[in-house]
């Protein structure tokens, strides 16, 4: 890729630029070094420590092992509109945009040879309008916004998990504690600002641009750079919270009282959980657990004691905040491991999850697992309360609630049985798709933030949404520049 001119502190939109002819060659040999000039220090390069240590944040391995000629660290939408105008469409780079790097999609948020515009320096976490909003900086992780929250007894609908980047997180839908309450995390989202395809820099709301607005919530990253997020705060009051595991012969016992207490949703918003179960390799066993929610802090609650009532071989419920939480979970998931995540959809029945349950049994004995490998898969009820509160492209009807949202991830270290462990996950997911489908249990929906790079979350949206995302991407995106540019991240052409 030679790049061909230079517009230092260009005016001009990049699309005004792309449409014009290539001008003098330049002293810049390649992208990067050109960013390098713009953005002294905010450029790192291959073998330089600052590269290697944002390269060993990847929640994936393969996403780690990507290989990008420089990593650009934008403080702020102005530099990306710079870097897109100025760098990027002369010389017909790609890049690709990473938050917190906890995409399972190898490419989604890495990228061989091109530019990876690494977002962790825009991760301000700031309180306004009396601490009633906030606006975060989508390189900011999930803990960071609940430590600076808390200090103001303040807390928000976001993710569960305290390493997760805002960004992607939010952008893919945002699965958080407060669903019930608040749908979706991009639900709840006032304002994005934005740097569109085009290099325009826009705050889109309900009230402008509300075409934009709505389409960002739920396409992960495929109408431009999200530069910031305005939220809701909420009253950070103490929740009651906690994982409890369980044996095998419990499991039918467990999926009842998950489904029960989706069904219940809409007469208490306040208590959430979900359910996994994991092969662990490494001990030979599967383990169960549920992880359960009251996000007003109740201890006696009548969904909780369901679980509570079974037998159990371990775990309990404490009194704890969201923050603390965000880390407790955080810590069993650690990096290091190659990874495959993948999802599906059904109606919420305990005889699907006991069948799917059955299937992956039979896969773990079939799979040759590394000595560390593990599969797990998680059930999370969407609820029709969740449902209702949506505002965003997914369009899921709440009389279809409650759902179930299945993601099913492979753990494993060996390099060379990438191609083995793809090609099985890819079977297990149409075992699994098969089964739901005989059982009348299968829905469309996909989830983007745990799609494959083979699914294509876009696939499962009504015609009338498609046409609409449509208009939009042609409005904003008029000359496709974005596909061209971000290969890894865009799923709309
Ligand atoms: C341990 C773990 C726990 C998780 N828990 C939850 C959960 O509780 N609920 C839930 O819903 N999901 C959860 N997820 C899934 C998670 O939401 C997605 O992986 C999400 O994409 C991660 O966001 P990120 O910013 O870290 O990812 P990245 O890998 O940085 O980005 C993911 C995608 O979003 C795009 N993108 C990122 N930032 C921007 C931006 N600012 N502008 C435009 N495009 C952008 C990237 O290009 C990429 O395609 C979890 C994932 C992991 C690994």
Redesign the pocket.
Known sequence: MGLRRLVLGATLTAAQLYQQPAQTPLQYTTPCALLGALFPEQVVFPGEQDYTNAQQK??SIQ?AELSPACRFLPRGARDIQIALADVIYPSNASI??????????TG??NIDDGITFD?SEMSSVNVGDMGKTVVIG??A?WRDVYGTLQKQNLTVSG???G???????V??????FFANQYG??CDSVLEFE?VTPQGEILWVNAGHHEDLFWALKGS??AY????KIKMPTLPSTSVYAGALSYAQPHFPLVCNALKNLATRADDDLSTQGYLSFAWLQAEKRFEYDVYLMNTEGQSSHEAVAAFEAIPRLGGQLTTTTIGKSADD??RS?PLGFR?F?FTLTSTLSPGAMTAMHDIVKTFVEQTKFDPTGIIGVTFQPLTSSHLKAQKNIFNLAPSHGPLLLISVDLWWTNADRDIYFSGQANKLQHDLEMTLKKLDAFHPFI????ASREQNPFASLNPVTMRMLAATKHKYDPNNLWSRT?P??TYLN
């Open positions: 990847y929640w996403q690709a945009i990473s938050s917190g790097g906890h995409s399972s999609v989604a948020s977002l989508p390189g992780r993710g569960r998990v390493g997760v980047g805002v960004g992607g997180y952008l893919g839908g945002g699965f958080s979706w995390t934005v992960l990253g431009g750079i999200v530069t979970i955080d998931n990874r995540k989830y983007p933030n745990y971000v890894g991240s």
